[in-house]
């Protein structure tokens, strides 16, 4: 497959030869990336800053920086690891939120409702009383 020319100038050719799949992986990231050439796609990966492989994210300095406090603390060995472990403990407080947490909120709100629909019965019954 024939890809269009890049429009950057590069001063250095690199001949990597890649697996057939290898290849269709390239291809697809460029795709679902919007570069136009493979070698576009090549230069995206490794433009500073950003993490090469499938799924690579971008995250906030601020949240870096706190992933690297944990590392540093000594609760994961790696910023990947860090990654890892604030995203299980946050989907497990997220769990506890819906599996726990929520249904004793809405039981309370539903009690509050039945109150506040019991008052204003009793308050129209007074009024229709009071009217008499």
Not at 39 to 66: F, M
Not at 74 to 81: L, Q, T, V, Y
């Amino acid at each position: 497959m024939r890809t269009p020319r890049s429009e950057s100038r590069a001063d250095r050719f690199l001949g990597v030869r890649l697996t057939e799949e290898e290849s269709e992986r390239l291809d697809a990231w460029r795709v679902a990336h919007g570069n136009l050439s493979r070698s576009d796609a090549v230069r995206a990966l490794l433009a500073p800053g950003r993490a090469p492989g499938p799924g690579a994210i971008e995250v906030p300095v601020s949240l870096r920086a706190k992933l690297q406090e944990i590392v540093e603390d000594g609760w994961a060995s790696s910023e990947d690891g860090a990654l890892t472990l604030a995203l299980t403990l946050g989907l497990q407080e997220l769990h506890k939120l819906h599996a726990e947490r929520l249904p004793a909120l809405r039981q309370t709100a539903r009690g509050h409702a039945e109150r506040s629909r019991e008052r204003r019965k009793a308050g129209r019954e007074g009024g229709d009383l009071l009217e008499r």
